[in-house]
């Protein structure tokens, strides 16, 4: 059974960080980049960062560039998205999902979807 399971989401007043983390099984994860997307009440589902499974490159929204970070721990199957300088803006529900192709970051290209997890940022 494929299983994305995100974690480590909460309340942080603006300024603050999180660190959400994403647990990949049943699958081969070396096989899939990983994203993380976010939505927010009223809007689109937005991709937000991702990881290539192939060289390990690292791709993000304009948005949070700098602010935000995509690690991942292969050997775990685990991929980190750490967040720093949060704004109230930030404020979703964060997803983690696999695709084949090389971070489109599109959600129509997505394989698997995690369950998400909230992000509230506080002002």
């Known amino acids: 059974e494929v299983q994305l399971v995100e974690s480590g989401g909460g309340l942080v007043q603006a300024g603050g960080s999180l660190r959400l983390s994403c647990a990949a099984s049943g699958f081969t994860f070396d096989d899939y980049a990983i994203d993380w997307f976010r939505q927010a009440p009223g809007k689109e589902r937005e991709g937000v960062s991702c990881i290539s499974s192939s060289d390990g490159s690292t791709y993000y929204a304009d948005s949070v560039k700098g602010r935000f970070t995509i690690s991942s721990d292969n050997a775990k199957n685990t991929v980190y998205l750490q967040m720093n300088s949060l704004k109230p803006e930030d404020t979703a529900v964060y997803y983690c999902?696999?695709?084949?192709?090389?971070?489109?970051?599109?959600?129509?290209?997505?394989?698997?979807w995690g369950q998400g997890t909230q992000v509230t940022v506080s002002s």
């Open positions: 999902a696999a695709e084949r192709q090389e971070c489109a970051m599109i959600t129509y290209y997505v394989d698997y």
